[in-house]
């Protein structure tokens, strides 16, 4: 019953140090949780609890609906929609905070990385990802979401899902060729994750095919409620599972693909009517769960030993996103509004976390250079809506005219709410 008393400290954490930290700082709640995992594991809190089966259990369901819900988010037909402006900021974006990252990392703190190039590489490539969901609440919250300025930042976010996808299947598969655990047999490891992967991708396109005969059916049924919910975690945890026969990291590839399929398949209206219960499971339910781990994971004395660390990663990334933002798009948009980007897609904390924590998990990543990363995704967040907030009230105006119209009064956004990440 311990793991009830833990839950309820939590929850009660959430609403009122999460509330605050939300309303002055605009931060999501789980960053509250994160950060309280860290308290719990510095001063040996429910230690008992965080190491039992149980608590393990919920943690990975919830890292499961957390990428679940990544999956109905991700919109297939906005990526497609993306221009090559869009496409070449984003992979020029990625590429040079990634190799910036994996650069110092291997240079300056190789035994933090195994001494492995590839390692430094994939950990500075999988923090390099955007996370646009707070893009998207402070240009709504300003009425530049529309404009040329708001597409071009809110495609690079779209399109740097592609990105989040491959490193993550990457990362996954890593530990089976460093560490050997295919069964002693690399080769053939080799051959099952592509497959498993490959097959992923085509029971997603057959349930895309399918949907076209299934979603009239869906919507002819009047009960709905006995047979859309069952349906929904039918193919998540169908995908899961088979997916991570192939080999098990690829199981949680298998989770973002379910929540494609389930989109594809499903009316758009019963999928609106839904939605909101799938997210509130995933996130209010299992989501403390898996943030609470994430925070576990961090060290608080590795904090306090290499300080530094986490404000060179924190510098490194702001510096290389504001200059090649700049350099890309200062023509097109102006110099300060072309710096204003780059601060804005430094905006993170998606897959990402699921990434670096895989990394740990594997022992292919030292804690502190855990530690460092997970703060900086923390301490990067108040940053960038400060600054990106600031900027887009000079730049207000201007961005707006450019697009032909002033923008509109709106109603301020919560991150908290919006946010998928």
């Known amino acids: 019953m311990d793991i009830l008393l833990i839950m309820a400290v939590v929850h009660l954490l959430i609403v009122t140090v999460g509330y605050v930290v939300n309303r002055f700082l605009r931060l999501p709640w789980m960053f509250t949780v994160v950060v309280s995992g860290m308290v719990f594991s510095a001063l040996g809190l429910f230690s008992e609890v965080r190491a039992s089966t149980n608590f393990q259990f919920l943690a990975q369901m919830g890292m499961l609906f957390f990428l679940f819900t990544i999956g109905i988010d991700l919109d297939l037909s906005r990526i497609r929609e993306v221009g090559s402006q869009i496409v070449v900021g984003n992979i020029l974006m990625t590429l040079t905070e990634g190799i910036c990252l994996g650069l110092f990392f291997y240079l300056v703190l190789p035994s933090f990385v195994n ?57 996954v598969a890593l530990p089976a060729f460093v560490n050997q655990d295919g069964a002693g047999d690399p080769w053939r ?8 992967l490959g097959g992923v991708i085509g029971a997603t396109w057959l349930l895309a095919r399918l949907g076209r005969f299934i ?17 929904i975690f039918l193919i998540l945890f169908s995908f899961t599972y088979f997916s991570s026969r192939g080999y098990e990291g690829v199981g949680l590839v298998g989770a973002i693909f379910s929540g494609i399929g389930v989109v ?42 290499y300080p530094l660390l986490v404000l060179a990663i924190m510098a490194i990334c702001l510096a290389t996103r504001m200059a090649v933002s700049y350099a890309l798009f ?68 201007v961005l707006a005219e450019e697009a032909g119209a002033r923008p509109t009064q709106t109603a301020p956004v919560s991150i908290a709410d919006a946010s998928a990440e």
């Open 115 to 171: 001494g492995s190039f590839w390692v430094a590489l994939l950990a500075g490539l999988a923090f390099g990802t955007v996370g646009e969901v707070v893009l998207v609440a402070i240009l709504q919250e300003f009425g530049l979401e529309k404009t040329r300025f708001g597409q071009l930042a809110l495609g690079i976010g779209v399109f740097d899902d592609v990105f989040e996808l491959l490193v993550l299947a990457i990362i």
């Open 215 to 231: 979603r009239p059916a869906l919507e002819g049924i009047k009960n709905d409620h006995a047979v859309i919910p069952p349906l």
């Open 189 to 196: 490891t080799s051959i099952a994750i592509p497959l498993t």
């Open 264 to 305: 594809k398949i499903l009316p758009p209206k019963l999928m609106m009517k839904y939605k909101r219960p799938v997210f509130f499971v995933g996130k209010v339910f299992l989501g403390p769960f898996f943030f609470l781990s994430l925070g576990g994971g961090m060290s608080f004395e590795s904090l306090l030993t």
């Open 330 to 397: 200062h023509r097109l948009l102006g110099k300060r509004p072309s710096l204003a980007m780059g601060v804005g897609l430094t905006s993170k904390f998606s897959t990402s976390i699921i990434s670096e924590n895989l990394l740990l998990s594997a022992g292919l990543i030292a804690q502190p250079l855990y530690s460092a990363m997970m703060a900086a995704f923390i301490l990067l967040k108040p940053v960038i809506v400060g600054v990106f907030s600031r900027e887009l009230a000079i730049s207000r105006d």
